[in-house]
């Protein structure tokens, strides 16, 4: 079941947390003021440091949860070295949270190729001139490269750069919070071993 409970009843236990995401999605799709598709990407560096970030989520389904980066940038190397993240979508007019922890990977060339030939031009040309995460010595020389490579095609499609593509997050765990009074909220948690393996939900004191 993946319906809505009423304000006192609890959370239900979905057989499938994807169908209850789902449909928590398509209602903040409708009712989130500010990007519903917004989600909060943890990493960690070389040193074991924590890094997040908000990024948009681009497309989810059975297998996971995509978005898309320069696989250059801070986030694109870590994610490639630990082949590990944490997401979190707050949808705060909803007053509800989705916590997401599991293993990346990328996705194919056909699903980056088609998901970057639906970005308007400028965005293409951006993700060529921005050498994402690294130091910048001042805007101009970023508007030069945006200049460079909009007249290198000017009169033609742009190309997907070779360290532009996308990340799944294959979920090993997701847990499912709505708000209650006096923070006494609901917590719904799911977990499997691998991405094969069944999910075993429990729930959780708020």
Do not use: C
């Amino acid at each position: 079941m993946t319906t809505e409970p009423a304000e006192n009843a609890e959370l239900p236990v979905s057989d499938d947390p994807m169908a209850q995401f789902a449909a928590w999605y398509q209602e903040a799709r409708a009712k989130e003021i500010n990007d519903p598709d917004g989600m909060a990407v943890a990493t960690v560096d070389a040193d074991g440091l924590p890094n997040v970030r908000m990024v948009l989520m681009k497309a989810h389904d059975a297998r996971g949860f995509v978005f898309y980066t320069n696989f250059e940038s801070a986030k694109g190397r870590e994610l490639l070295a630990s082949r590990k993240a944490a997401l979190l979508f707050h949808w705060k007019s909803l007053r509800r949270q989705v916590r997401v922890r599991g293993t990346i990977s990328v996705v194919t060339d056909a699903e980056a190729d088609a998901y970057f030939a639906t970005r308007p031009k400028d965005a293409q040309i951006g993700a060529w001139a921005s050498a994402q995460s690294r130091p910048m010595h001042g805007r101009f020389e970023f508007e030069k490269e945006i200049a460079r490579y909009a007249a290198k095609y000017a009169l033609s499609k742009v190309d997907r750069p070779p360290h532009w593509s996308g990340f799944r997050v294959t979920p090993l765990e997701i847990e499912f919070w709505r708000d209650r009074r006096f923070r006494l909220h609901d917590r719904v948690v799911y977990r499997r071993a691998s991405a094969d393996a069944p999910w075993a939900a429990s729930r959780l004191y708020p």
